[in-house]
């Protein structure tokens, strides 16, 4: 298969995935983000880069965000809430930070391919991505990107369509996220 037909293939996977998740899983996610007064986001690998990129844009819409890991992430309590990324539905550590966050009285969040998994069945909230993650890509496998690349290429997109979403219900323009972007690059 050429690369040009595998880049439209992959496209029409994701696609699909958002139509979808959409817009029922954007409300889903932004409702409990916009009652949340503290933010804080984990994922592993590289679902975790995606949880920092959303971390990133909360943050460019003026909430308070944090990364897990982070040495400037401040405690969570009652009125704020861990947003945990699970596509296979488990985590070892994200379990382990689930039960941090409810202890400590935050709501918590799992954005998962895998809503009966054991992270999903443990948490507050859930968006479901209904997308083929590491943990199902090899017997019956169906999308031609390797590993968890499809379900990590949707969380992209889709965390852009949740800002854009919350963008409208906060009020604000582009220009005044922009005035959040760091002067640091």
């Known amino acids: 298969m050429t690369l040009k037909k595998l880049a439209s293939r992959a496209i029409t996977e994701i696609g699909a995935v958002l ?17 949340a007064k503290r933010i804080a986001l984990y994922g592993v690998g590289r679902e975790g880069l995606m949880m920092k990129s959303l971390a990133m844009r909360l943050f460019h819409l003026g909430l308070d965000a944090h990364v897990v ?3 400037t992430t401040p405690p969570l309590g009652t009125g704020d809430m861990l947003i945990v990324s ?6 070892s550590t994200v379990s382990g930070l689930i039960d941090v966050a409810k ?14 998994g054991t992270v999903p ?18 017997e019956g496998a169906t999308s031609v990107l390797p590993m968890g690349s ?19 219900q906060m009020g604000l323009s582009a220009n005044a996220m922009r005035a959040n972007h760091t002067n640091l690059e």
């Open 103 to 116: 202890t400590a009285g935050a709501a918590t969040m799992c954005v998962t391919a895998t809503p009966d």
């Open 69 to 71: 890991g982070d040495m």
């Open 121 to 138: 069945q443990s948490v507050t909230h859930v968006v479901h991505l209904e997308a083929q993650t590491m943990a199902n890509d090899q």
């Open 86 to 91: 699970a596509g296979p539905g488990e985590f």
């Open 19 to 35: 139509d979808s998740a959409l817009p029922h899983q954007v409300e889903v996610m932004a409702a409990p983000i916009l009652n």
């Open 150 to 168: 499809l379900f990590e290429a949707v969380q992209f997109l889709f965390f852009e369509m949740v800002i854009l979403h919350l963008r409208d």
